[in-house]
C-alpha cells in the first residue's frame, strides 16, 4: 500500500550546509493514492499538504527569484564588516537573468508551430492561440521554467463563452499526483494571498481544482489545519485544467546547480570593491619629529587640514645637537595581489556558464567565429540540456491542445475525438545561411527563386513574385505595341489608304 504522506517525511539533502541552500523537502511532487485520501476527514491530508507547500517549497522558489533579479541572497545576508570606516560593499549579480532569458529565447523567441490535419480542428487552434496570445504565454512559461524548473498554466472559460488560458504563480500553484507509475494528476490547488490580518498572519483563498469541478474553501492561514468547503463549480474537460509545465524529471533550475559559484564570484567583486575603496581611505603614519600645530586640538587640525586640501605641510625639528631632524609620512595600505583576484572572478564566470550549460556571449571566441558549423560546436553542450527542457515541455503543451479538444466534443454533445497537435519548435539561434547557400551552388545544386527569397528578412516569395508581375506589366504599358497600325494584306496598304512600302 502506498503512502500518502511521503512528503511530511524530514528528508534532508546531504548538502544542506552554505554550498547548497534546498533541501530535498523544498523541490519534491506530492503523491496520493486517490482524490479519496485528499478528502476525507475535512480535507485534512490537503490541509498538510498545503502546509508543506508554503513551509518548504515557497522558501526556494523565493530564493531561485531573487537570484533572477540581482537580489542574490547570500551576498546581502553576509555579516557586515566589524570596522565601522571600512567599505562594505555588496556587489551582486544577477547570473539567473541572463540564464533564464538565453533559454526561453533560444526555446520560444520564435512561435511555437501548432498543426493538425483537420482543417476545423485547425482552425479552432488558430482562433484559441490567437485570443490567447499564446506566442507570449510560451515565452512566460518557459522563462518561469528556467527560472523554477516548473511553471504553471490554467485553463478556463469565461462568461462570454471564451476558451481561455493563463499563466498561473508557481508561488500559488501545485499539482498533487497519483502514486501510479504514470503519476497521472489528480488535482491541482491554487493559494492566492489576499490580505493580511491584524496579527500579521497571512490569509490565503483556496481553490482544489480536481477532473470534473472546482471546489472552494472559506480562506485560512498559513497554520491550515482541515479546510472548511464552500462552493463547487462543475468544469467539463475530463481532466484537471492546470498544466504543470517542468525543466526535467527533477524539476531543477536552469542556474540552481551554479548558485555557490555565482556566490563566490558576488563574494569575490564585493572584496575587490571594498579593497579598492579602502586604499582611498588608508591610513596615514607620520613618522619623525615634527611640530603640529598649536593649540589644543592640534593633531585634529592637522588631520582635518590633510582631508581636506589634500596636502601635508610639516615642519622638522632639532636635535640635540641643533640638526635637522627627517619627517617620513606614508599610507599603510593591505596587501592585495589584484592579478590572482582578476583570474579567479575570470574563472568563476567562465565556470558559470559552462556548468550550466548555457554559452558565454561575452566571450571573444565565441562572437569572432561567424562559421556555421563552430557555432554549433559552441553550444553543443547546451543543446544536449535543452533537449530535456524541450521534449518535456511538449508533452505539456500537447495536453493544453487535448483539454481544449475535450471540452469543445462536450459542449456539443458528442464524444471527445482528440486529434494530437503537431507542435515543432524553431531555435532562435543565427545560422550561417550564406555558407550554406554557397556550399550548395559551388556543387552545382539548383535553389529554388522561392527557397532564396525565404533566407532573407526583407522580403518573402509572394510578394517578391507580385512586385516583378507588376514591374513586368508596367514596362509593357510603357512599350510601343507592334499592332498599333493595322496593316491590310490585300491591297498592301494601311487602314488609312496610304501605300505600303
Known sequence: MAVVNNFERDIKSIMNGESFPFDTASNINYLVDSLDDLTKNNYLMLGKIIKHFLDNQVPRLQVLDEYSKGLNSTIYSRPKRQEENKADYRRAH??????????????????VKYTVGDDSEQELIDTFNQYNDVATLDNELMYDV???????????????????????????????????????PLAAVRLVEIDTLDNNQTQYSVSLYTANEIITFANITQAVGSLKETDSTPHFYNQVPIIEYSSNRYRTGW??????LID??????????????DVVNSLLVISGDFQAPNGKDGVSQLINNIKQYGVLA??????REGNSTSIDAKYINPEFNSTASENYQQRLFKDIFMMSNVPNLADESFSGNASGVAMRYKIFGFEQAIAQTMNSFKRSLGRR??????????LKGGLSNYTPVNITFTPNLPYAVSEEVQMLTNAGIPLSRKTMYDQTHFTDATTEENNLATEHEEELDRSEPMNNVKFDSDKGEDVDGGEAE
Open 94 to 111: 544577477n547570473f539567473g537573468k541572463i540564464i533564464a532569458q538565453f533559454v526561453a529565447g533560444y526555446t520560444t523567441s520564435v512561435p
Open 146 to 184: 528556467a527560472k523554477y524548473g516548473r511553471a504553471y498554466e490554467l485553463q478556463y472559460r469565461d462568461e462570454n463563452s471564451n476558451n481561455n488560458v493563463k499563466l498561473s504563480n508557481v508561488f500559488e500553484t501545485f499539482v498533487i499526483y497519483d502514486n501510479t507509475i504514470e503519476r497521472k
Open 255 to 260: 542556474y540552481e546547480d551554479v548558485i555557490s
Open 264 to 277: 563566490a564570484y558576488d563574494a569575490v567583486n564585493s572584496d575587490t570593491s571594498n579593497y579598492m575603496t
Open 314 to 319: 610639516l615642519q622638522s625639528g632639532t636635535d
Open 401 to 410: 491542445y487535448e483539454l481544449l479538444g475535450t471540452l469543445t466534443s462536450n
